[in-house]
């Protein structure tokens, strides 16, 4: 909403810089986008002239060489290039040193060989009109030379609005009333207490009762309140007046004749959009309001033909529909130069009902957005009062009498209790009684005293948004000033804040993939409906029954991800195109997974990719070792650690791994996550050529289990010494060292602290072909005594056995 | 005897002198003062020697023990010095060669360390971390938040829809009222998340991170918003700031409140070369957040889980992780948090 200063001054003139105003409107609740200056800068360059001659220059056709008196001694020559400069007229003239609207500096200059003093203004150099074809002529002969306003030499900025500042305003939804010169003027006059003057409808010119002239038939009431119309007659349409002009310029508006310059003009002032039909263009001079039929066609100004359904609104006349109903007008009927009869509309349309249509058209105007917005249906009234004075005054019309007024006024007005103690507890601050009378009363709010507090009447332009005494205490609170109040704590009742034990081990599951080197990426819920192909998904895999969006940005963010392997070779990609060797990422977040609710489950995921060296390369370790599916569980591993959750490894595919080095994660013995190098097709299809190693897992499945697992309980490990004893063991190449471990385990019973492989090797020399030798750490510990030798030596040796009868293992130096 | 004593402790001297290395130092002690060496055998029998001779043989004896035992420290003590100097010297590395470094750091992304930080400064003021679904019913994300049939946020220019009743949550705001479908009052809660609009350009992506916060009581005012946000706003942006309520609109809210903090970077909107600041703009303030009196309305979805809104109040703020984060980091565009450059990345966190 564009307000220029100037006109707002017409209501409401409070004695403040506009940046004072500004920020005193923003303080109450009216945000100011920003101020503007509308117009010409350096006002005193600008004065009346009188032409006193004017040649035809010698050197330029059309040109024309004009001595003009500028209330000097001598007169200014001026070179002028429109047609229509006669000597005798009164102009506008900037002088040298003038700022144009553009911003430039007007110089004196010598144009053909000839100087010029300055320069005879059209109306469009000014920014106060749209006519560039000949100089604005102020006057056409000396009688105007009596005004002593067009004395020559007098300020132009006392005949012309040439210039003001405008606040470009953010009127929220709630206060439709805003949208208006008068209904900001109300918010200043509350906001800085300075003198309202009375509405501009105060003195309708017009009579109620019937029109002669023209009829209107409402038959859908329910989606048109209220429906006003007069007749004008001898009707003159001329360009508008420069102040009317000027004001819409500053407004945002193009100027264009009297008639549909008042419309908009009365919308600017009173929110309240107005059509005026040329009522002799009008079929019957009858309009019928009706629902649409269904796939009905209307033409709209704009020239295209659009198909309504029943539950669109269309104007009619005689010979079929002319406009659609608070959205637009046609052509058929529109004020043209010959207009003589005007019909003057200003109805109330219901805002959901236009929102819809003109969302289902795709077809927006100033007209429907302030529909949408909410609009009382008095202020059609207002607006025809407003409209009829600028008729009569500007273009010449009389007003047929009486006023077609179909549907009627809004509900009563609701009277509100306010109670003082609820003011007060809702703000944290004591105001006064008389203060919150006095704030409602500038706000044009019917104010009585009561027992607890005030009886407060809802006028009109404030019934959309004031319904409830929570309502009132908010325009107490803008208006007293939100910003004065003390800054105080909540005294709480026996709450206390901290995080749960879930969301302290998804902190530590990130802080432990980070203390490895792994930085934390976020990824974009959205992924390509294609994703799914990439990763080479099978048909019937459930990761692919994806969230779909109905109206996603673009194709390719058309779903939500059902794991964060996408969002994560997006980002090795990223890294890898922009010169990054090594790419150690991983993100915690959530994925989306269709359930058969409404709603999907929503489980936190974690994951993990890794690629390029495990560390630096330096002058000691010139070739570090690459990242590869043991990088990645040594990651997984330590993550798991951290949280104090044990979990198993065991073969496992997917599509998007490399079959050989691919493992699921159990915990408990369910899956919970993948492991593994990426498939190298898969990473081809992101552009990787290298190894890409990594996990994911179901967070919310590994808290679970550290959540199961509980508060840890203290083991002795002190009182009695532990024992190592380290074996090799040769077995057949491909046992899993898994298993190895399994039966080391349950042959060497309980007194086993601790059992690890901490080498592995292949020799066909030493230890034959299709042997495979591990070297195994075991640690014994007794809970309540130190393990003799014996002891030890007897488990080392069930150990053995089992390990020969079980895996047909050797043990090396037995 | 005495002869030879006198020739054993010369040759020792000598071959002490002539020791290049406490190991050949060592070697010719044992040689000379050893178990089994001559000078300790002749001390070990002077008993055997007649009465008059065992005197001043013995003391001779001695004698040149201990005057060998001495030069031997000596020596070694010199030799020790040397070999010390003569080792350090051989282990001197370049010590302009690179360091070899631990294992790198990982860093977590600034939207998770902002939005850490942001918690632990809400939990020190007694508010705990809730959480809710991103793919949200129409019925949470707008209607319980008493938004109008109308408003435009509905709208599916605005907002990614799923079906007809469920949406991507504009907000974290449906949190609000799914919590105190779960807990009586009070309740003091805040919720960080994913939230998305149909947005994208210099200052928008369709996807951005939001906190939303609610306490509801029996006697919270808005002076406690302000209280409790002019705390937060000092954790974060430092113990100087203040805060500035401006009335503002949300459906959700009422009185509705937009929440400056004073610039950081400068007083009255001139930094300290004399500039505007290109933070605040000169404006002295950064509008940080949205917030509010939970409206009446909202509690009227509530009232049979105790929130009867003649008998509790609550207040509801709202901000953006992002705009938190570019703030008080100086990031100048939005989308540098989702593109996960590692460049960007290990910045922060």
């Given at each position: 909403m564009r307000v220029p200063l100037e006109w707002l001054h017409e209501y409401c003139a409070p004695p403040l810089s506009t940046r004072e105003l500004a920020d005193r409107l923003a303080m109450t609740g009216t945000e100011v986008e920003r101020v503007e200056r509308h117009g010409v800068g350096g006002l005193e360059r600008f004065v009346v002239g009188r032409v006193l001659e004017a040649a035809p220059h010698p050197n330029a056709d059309r040109l024309t060489v004009c001595r003009v008196d500028v209330g000097e001694d001598d007169p200014a020559q001026i070179v002028c290039g429109a047609p229509n400069v006669r000597g005798g007229q009164t102009v506008a003239v900037a002088r040298p040193g003038a700022i144009m609207p553009d911003g430039t500096k007007l110089r004196a200059a010598k144009l053909r060989g000839l100087e010029s003093q300055g320069m005879i203004l059209a109306e469009d150099e000014l920014a106060i009109g749209t006519e560039h074809d000949g100089i604005m002529v102020l006057a056409d002969d000396g009688s105007a030379a009596a005004a002593e306003d067009l004395a020559p030499g007098a300020p132009l900025a006392d005949v012309l609005p040439l210039a003001t500042d405008v606040l470009v305003l953010e009127i929220t939804p709630n206060r439709p009333d805003c949208l208006a010169i008068y209904g900001v003027a109300r918010e200043a006059h509350a906001a800085t207490g300075a003198p309202l003057a009375p509405p501009p409808w105060k003195d309708d010119p017009g009579t109620p009762g019937p029109v002669q002239e023209a009829s209107v038939e409402v038959e859908s009431p329910d989606l048109c309140p209220r429906f006003t119309a007069r007749v004008f007659e001898n009707v003159r349409i001329a360009p508008s007046p420069p102040w009317l002009k000027a004001r819409l310029m500053a407004a945002g508006q193009r100027p264009i004749s009297n008639v549909v310059d008042i419309t908009n003009y009365v919308m600017l002032l009173t929110g309240q959009p107005l059509h005026a039909f040329d009522l002799d263009r009008v079929a019957g001079q009858r309009l019928v309001v009706r629902r649409a039929r269904p796939g009905e066609p209307v033409e709209t100004l704009d020239g295209q033909t659009r198909i309504l359904d029943e539950e669109m609104l269309v104007i009619e006349d005689a010979e079929g529909p002319t406009s659609i109903a608070g959205v637009m007008g046609g052509a058929r009927s529109e004020v043209a130069a010959d207009t003589a009869r005007v019909l003057m509309e200003a109805a109330n349309w219901n805002g959901p009902n236009i929102q819809r249509t003109s969302l289902a058209l795709g077809l927006r105007s100033e007209a429907s957005s302030r529909f949408e917005k909410g609009i009382q249906p008095e202020q059609t009234m207002d607006a025809q009062a407003v409209a009829t004075r600028l008729m009569i005054d500007l273009t010449g019309a009389t007003l047929s009498p009486g006023t077609i007024d179909v549907g009627g006024t809004g509900p009563a007005p609701l009277t509100i209790r306010l109670r003082d103690a609820r003011v007060n507890s809702v703000l944290g601050i004591a105001i006064p009684r008389e203060r919150s009378a006095e704030i409602l009363r500038a706000l044009e709010f019917g104010v009585a005293d009561a027992g607890d507090g005030l009886d407060i009447t809802v006028p009109y332009f404030r019934r959309g948004d004031v319904t409830r005494e929570a309502d009132l205490v908010e325009e107490i609170a803008r208006i007293a000033g939100v910003d004065k109040l003390p800054a105080t704590l909540p005294s709480r009742h026996g709450a206390a804040g901290r995080l749960t034990t879930r969301q302290r081990l998804r902190r530590r599951a990130a802080d432990a993939l980070a203390a490895q080197g792994v930085h934390e990426l976020v990824g974009w819920s959205f992924v390509a409906p294609d994703l799914a192909d990439r990763l080479r998904l099978a048909p019937n895999d459930d990761r692919r029954q994806a969230v779909e969006l109905e109206n996603p940005m673009s194709g390719d963010q058309s779903e939500l991800r059902t794991m964060l392997l996408g969002s994560l070779l997006d980002a090795v990609k990223y890294n890898h195109a922009r010169g990054a060797s090594t790419v150690r990422l991983f993100e915690a977040g959530p994925v989306y997974l269709t359930s058969g609710e409404p709603l999907p489950r929503e489980p936190q995921h974690l994951g993990a990719l890794l690629t390029g060296a495990v560390r630096p390369a330096t002058w000691r370790d010139p070739d570090p070792r690459t990242a590869d599916f043991f990088a990645a569980k040594g990651a997984l591993t330590a993550l798991l650690q951290t949280l104090r959750v044990s979990y198993e490894v065991e073969p496992a595919t997917e599509p998007f791994l490399h079959p050989g080095r691919s493992a699921a994660a159990l915990i408990d013995g369910e899956r919970i996550g993948w492991l593994g190098e990426i498939h190298p097709l898969v990473t081809a299809a992101w552009d990787v050529d290298e190894i890409v190693a990594g996990f994911e897992l179901d967070l919310d499945a590994v808290a679970d289990a550290a959540v199961t697992a509980g508060v840890p309980m203290y083991h002795d490990v002190t009182s009695f010494p532990e024992v190592r004893e380290d074996l090799a063991v040769i077995v057949p190449d491909e046992t899993p060292a898994a298993e190895i471990l399994a039966v080391v385990r349950r042959a060497a019973g309980p007194l086993l602290a601790d059992a690890e492989v901490f080498d592995v090797y292949r020799d066909v020399e030493r230890i034959g072909a299709g042997k495979l030798s591990l070297a195994l750490r075991l640690t014994f510990r007794g809970r309540d005594r130190t393990l003799t030798d014996e002891e030890v030596a007897e488990r080392r040796s069930k150990v053995a056995q089992a390990l020969e009868a079980e895996v047909g293992g050797t043990i090396r130096g037995a | 005897m005495i002869e030879r004593l006198a020739e054993l402790k010369q040759e020792a001297e000598a071959a002490i002198e002539a020791a290049t290395s406490t190991t050949g130092l060592e070697e010719t002690r044992i040689r000379y003062l050893g178990r089994k060496a001559e000078l300790p055998n002749m001390l070990r029998r002077v008993a055997e020697l007649p009465p008059e001779e065992r005197g001043p043989t013995g003391k001779a004896a001695n004698q040149a023990r201990q005057a060998l035992e001495t030069k031997i420290e000596l020596r070694a003590g010199e030799l020790a010095a040397k070999e010390l100097d003569a080792r350090l010297i051989h282990d001197r590395v370049d010590v302009t060669l690179p360091g070899d470094p631990l294992p790198a750091v990982g860093r977590l992304h600034l939207l998770t360390a902002t939005r850490r930080e942001i918690e632990d400064v809400f939990v020190g003021l007694g508010f705990d971390v809730a959480e809710g679904p991103e793919v949200e019913l129409v019925y949470y994300n707008f209607d319980s938040l008493n938004?109008?049939?109308?408003?435009?946020?509905?709208?599916r220019t605005d907002t990614f829809y799923v079906q007809d009743d469920v949406v991507l949550r504009t907000h974290t705001s449906p949190v609000q009222v799914r919590a105190m479908e779960l807990q009586p009052p009070p309740i003091y809660i805040i919720v960080p998340g994913r939230v998305y609009r149909r947005d994208s350009d210099l200052t928008h992506t369709p996807q951005f991170h939001q906190i939303e916060g609610l306490a509801v009581d029996t006697d919270i005012t808005l002076a406690d918003l302000k209280g409790t946000l002019l705390a937060f706003a000092r954790a974060i942006f430092g113990a100087e700031r203040e805060v500035r309520l401006r009335p503002h609109f949300f459906p959700f809210t009422e009185p509705s409140v937009e929440v400056d903090v004073s610039c950081f970077n400068c007083v009255d909107g001139i930094t300290a070369d004399g500039e505007r600041c290109p933070i605040c703009r000169g404006t002295a303030w950064l509008e940080i957040l949205g917030a509010g009196m939970v409206d009446p309305n909202v509690f009227g979805y509530v009232r049979e889980h105790g929130y009867d809104p003649e008998k509790v109040s609550g207040f509801a703020f709202g901000m953006g992780i992002e705009r938190i984060a570019m703030l008080r980091h100086g990031v100048p565009d939005l989308r540098l948090f989702y593109d996960n450059d590692i460049r960007f990345l290990e910045q922060f966190g």
């Open positions: - | 938004h109008d049939i109308t408003h435009p946020a509905r709208g």
